[in-house]
Protein backbone atom coordinates (compact mmCIF):
# COMPACT_ATOMS: atom_id res chain seq x y z
CA UNK A 1 0.00 0.00 0.00
CA UNK A 2 1.58 3.42 -1.27
CA UNK A 3 -0.14 5.14 1.81
CA UNK A 4 1.90 3.34 4.53
CA UNK A 5 4.93 4.02 2.51
CA UNK A 6 4.28 7.85 2.28
CA UNK A 7 3.44 7.76 6.23
CA UNK A 8 6.22 6.44 7.13
CA UNK A 9 8.01 8.44 4.59
CA UNK A 10 6.44 11.96 5.75
CA UNK A 11 4.22 10.90 8.88
CA UNK A 12 5.91 13.42 11.30
CA UNK A 13 6.63 15.84 9.23
CA UNK A 14 3.37 16.39 6.86
CA UNK A 15 -0.41 15.64 7.27
CA UNK A 16 -1.59 13.29 4.98
CA UNK A 17 -5.12 13.35 3.23
CA UNK A 18 -7.71 11.78 1.26
CA UNK A 19 -7.53 8.47 -0.11
CA UNK A 20 -11.37 7.27 -0.21
CA UNK A 21 -12.58 6.16 -3.51
CA UNK A 22 -14.85 8.71 -5.38
CA UNK A 23 -16.18 5.20 -6.67
CA UNK A 24 -16.96 3.84 -3.52
CA UNK A 25 -18.49 6.80 -2.14
CA UNK A 26 -21.12 6.32 -5.07
CA UNK A 27 -21.41 2.83 -5.87
CA UNK A 28 -20.41 1.36 -2.44
CA UNK A 29 -22.17 0.05 1.00
CA UNK A 30 -21.71 1.47 4.17
CA UNK A 31 -20.17 -1.24 5.38
CA UNK A 32 -17.21 -0.87 2.67
CA UNK A 33 -16.73 2.70 3.23
CA UNK A 34 -16.52 1.77 7.09
CA UNK A 35 -13.96 -0.95 6.47
CA UNK A 36 -11.88 1.58 3.76
CA UNK A 37 -12.19 4.10 6.44
CA UNK A 38 -11.16 1.48 9.12
CA UNK A 39 -7.82 0.64 7.19
CA UNK A 40 -6.76 4.13 6.34
CA UNK A 41 -7.00 4.96 9.94
CA UNK A 42 -4.95 2.40 10.95
CA UNK A 43 -2.35 2.98 8.67
CA UNK A 44 -2.09 6.72 8.10
CA UNK A 45 -3.40 7.86 11.49
CA UNK A 46 -1.60 5.95 13.70
CA UNK A 47 0.21 8.47 15.79
CA UNK A 48 -1.97 11.84 14.04
CA UNK A 49 -1.28 13.59 11.10
CA UNK A 50 -4.16 12.22 8.86
CA UNK A 51 -7.14 14.04 7.86
CA UNK A 52 -10.14 11.87 6.37
CA UNK A 53 -11.73 13.11 2.55
CA UNK A 54 -12.52 11.70 -0.28
CA UNK A 55 -9.41 11.22 -3.21
CA UNK A 56 -10.42 13.53 -5.44
CA UNK A 57 -13.15 16.17 -5.38
CA UNK A 58 -16.52 15.54 -6.05
CA UNK A 59 -19.32 17.13 -7.01
CA UNK A 60 -21.81 14.27 -5.80
CA UNK A 61 -21.81 11.27 -3.84
CA UNK A 62 -24.85 9.39 -2.23
CA UNK A 63 -25.57 10.49 1.40
CA UNK A 64 -25.77 7.62 3.17
CA UNK A 65 -21.69 6.47 1.36
CA UNK A 66 -20.90 10.47 2.95
CA UNK A 67 -22.77 10.12 6.47
CA UNK A 68 -20.84 6.29 6.96
CA UNK A 69 -17.51 7.57 6.44
CA UNK A 70 -17.91 11.22 8.40
CA UNK A 71 -19.81 8.77 11.14
CA UNK A 72 -17.24 6.15 11.61
CA UNK A 73 -14.39 8.40 11.34
CA UNK A 74 -15.53 10.33 14.44
CA UNK A 75 -15.71 7.15 16.39
CA UNK A 76 -13.56 4.82 15.09
CA UNK A 77 -10.76 7.82 13.88
CA UNK A 78 -10.79 9.70 17.47
CA UNK A 79 -7.30 10.84 18.88
CA UNK A 80 -7.45 9.83 22.60
Do not use: W
Not at 21 to 39: I, Q, S
Not at 47 to 59: E, K, P, R, V
Amino acid sequence: MRLRKAKKVVGDKLCIGGNVPAGMLLTGTPEEVKEYCKNLIDVAGKDGGYIMSAGTAMDEGKPEMIHAMIDFTKEYGAYK
